[in-house]
């Protein structure tokens, strides 16, 4: 299940909305991430992930990117690269086998966050999933990328 937030500023109005998590439809999600990766269009070094460890997963949650120099918003696959935890037995069949949230962080260790670049300026964006917008949110963390003034953040949506 997914949760849809609305970012607002009331000084200058900038409104963004994001969609964040994981619905129903992930399985295609995830196989066709898998595809799109293997085609190129993320960069060659997640492709070369996906060749070197046959027993990869990556992840697809929707997640929220936030500019760290000119604060911008944008939302979209988080992208992390992932290999087996050597406690766990391998289960992969193939690479289209499909790795939910909780399984990627008790089943799997971070191998390399994807690098995310700010459309606007070009700089690394910060990754937040569902739970530590959370967080950020009650902590009043997000400025306005056009005035820098705190944006207000209101949850919108839940969705499968």
């Keep these: 299940m997914g949760k849809g937030y609305l970012f607002h500023c009331d000084n200058c109005h900038y409104t963004f909305e994001a969609n964040l998590g994981i619905g129903f439809l992930f399985l295609a999600v995830y196989k066709n991430t898998i595809k799109e990766i293997q085609k190129g269009k993320?960069?060659?070094?997640?492709?070369?992930?996906?060749?070197?460890?046959?027993?990869?997963?990556?992840?697809?949650?929707?997640?929220?990117?936030?500019?760290?120099?000119?604060?911008?918003?944008?939302?979209?696959?988080?992208?992390?690269?992932?290999?087996?935890?050597?406690?766990?037995?391998?289960?992969?069949?193939?690479?289209?086998?499909?790795?939910?949230?909780?399984?990627?962080?008790?089943?799997?260790?971070l191998y390399s966050k994807y690098p995310h670049l700010c459309k606007k300026c070009g700089s690394t964006m910060t990754i937040y999933n569902e739970d530590e917008l959370e967080e950020l949110i009650s902590q009043n963390k997000f400025q306005c990328p056009v005035c820098n003034k705190e944006l207000e953040v209101s949850l919108s949506l839940m969705w499968d």
């Design 42 to 109: 993320y960069g060659i070094k997640i492709k070369d992930f996906l060749l070197d460890y046959k027993d990869a997963a990556i992840s697809c949650e929707q997640v929220l990117f936030q500019c760290e120099n000119c604060n911008s918003l944008d939302s979209g696959l988080d992208l992390s690269m992932y290999l087996p935890d050597l406690k766990y037995e391998k289960k992969l069949t193939n690479i289209y086998d499909y790795h939910l949230d909780f399984e990627l962080k008790s089943k799997y260790k």
